[in-house]
């Protein structure tokens, strides 16, 4: 097996205004990384060309941006927003779109329809954005009385979205050709389950932990089973890290509000403690490989997960020659043209 090596380097100073973002997208058209407005009124923007870092005046409470083919970042209202707020890439230009929603909402994911699901998070819906009309709508049911009950949803190869357990008892299944959705009621579970997930190059869904469970979620859409794989994490590693796909075909958990250590997903068994940091927010990963994270409350700086293995090694796919072909969707960077 080779052997991961990785180091963690400081980037560009982030001042003048309030740190708390949580998730990103890299925008191939000119090559800036947006990240999501969470305790901070501004997105951030970074210039992976110059390394410089500029702030865009949106507003307190969103999450999980995710890029649409037409241009724009949709933003979504998690805590204390009320509507879905978009980003023109193009001009930088903010804007609000749909109704008031009272629900609170977890990570987007762009379906093949060309719409953009979110899962519920403390409400009974789920909310609907159709990127080519900019509409909202939500999908209603009961899902039960739990708060923040699932994680994002995440497109798995048979065109289907999944949504993995929070706090609630199961997995979400919806089928985004008719907008129904499922609950697969899955044994065993506690209050704090999973926290970040991601589409693996396997065909699995994998799962960062939270504060109850000591393993990486592994998710079988097949089965429909979870089991949590590798060896027990030590006590705050990986906790609440949002997971993100690298070129290489592994995987690392990099960033989270109460992420202590960066981990990598070595093999379907395995993890590889990578190196310790304080806190960092949502990790995008880069054309060059690089995984980029913002800063949190008590730091000032950018932080880069730098990768020296080989970038293509022991995974299913492959990576298409031109990366500003990748749809770039928060969690699910290559998702989409693995087959």
């Known amino acids: 097996m080779l052997k991961l090596k990785t180091k963690l380097v400081l980037d560009t100073v982030v001042s003048g205004v309030t740190i708390g973002w949580t998730g990103g997208c890299y925008v191939a058209s000119n090559n800036c990384v947006y990240y999501a407005p969470n305790t901070s009124s501004h997105i951030l923007k970074y210039n992976v060309s110059t390394r410089a870092v500029s702030f865009i005046l949106a507003a307190t409470g ?9 241009g724009f970042i949709y933003l979504i209202p998690i805590v204390g927003a009320r509507q879905v707020r978009i980003l023109n890439t193009a001009t930088d230009a903010v804007s609000v779109i749909g109704a008031s929603v009272t629900d609170s909402y977890q990570g987007g994911c762009l379906a093949p329809n060309g719409c953009i699901y979110c899962s519920s998070g ?3 819906t789920i909310l609907k954005i159709d990127a080519s009309t900019n509409t909202v709508s939500t999908i209603s049911g009961v ?10 949803f995440v497109l798995a190869r048979n065109g289907l979205l999944y949504s ?24 065993g579970l506690g209050t704090r389950n999973y926290f ?11 799962c960062s932990p939270a504060e109850n469970v000591t393993g ?3 998710f079988d859409t097949v089965t429909e089973t979870i089991a949590n794989v590798g060896a027990p994490m030590p006590s705050g590693i990986g906790k609440h890290g949002q997971i ?4 290489n075909g592994r995987m690392t958990s990099a960033g989270g509000g109460y992420f202590t250590s960066t981990f990598l997903i070595d093999s379907p068994s395995n993890f590889q403690l990578s190196a310790t940091l304080t806190q960092s927010g949502g990790g995008v990963v880069l054309p060059n490989g690089d995984v980029l994270m913002t800063p949190v409350s008590g730091q000032t700086r950018m932080i880069r997960l730098i990768s020296s293995y080989p ?16 749809p770039t969707s928060n969690y699910n960077v290559l998702h989409n043209r693995l087959t």
């Open 196 to 206: 970040r997930t991601t589409l693996g190059f396997d065909g699995y869904i994998y």
């Open 311 to 326: 970038k293509i090694y022991n995974f299913e796919g492959t990576i298409p020659a031109n990366l500003a072909d990748l």
């Open 143 to 152: 899902l039960g009385s739990e708060l923040e009950k699932y994680s994002g």
């Open 244 to 247: 993100t796909p690298l070129l």
């Open 62 to 70: 969103y999450s999980s941006p995710v890029l649409a083919p037409n």
């Open 216 to 218: 990486v979620g592994r």
């Open 122 to 124: 403390n409400g009974n």
């Open 164 to 187: 993995m357990p929070r706090q609630s008892q199961s997995v979400l299944k919806l089928d985004p050709s008719t907008n129904t959705f499922t609950q697969i009621p899955i044994a």
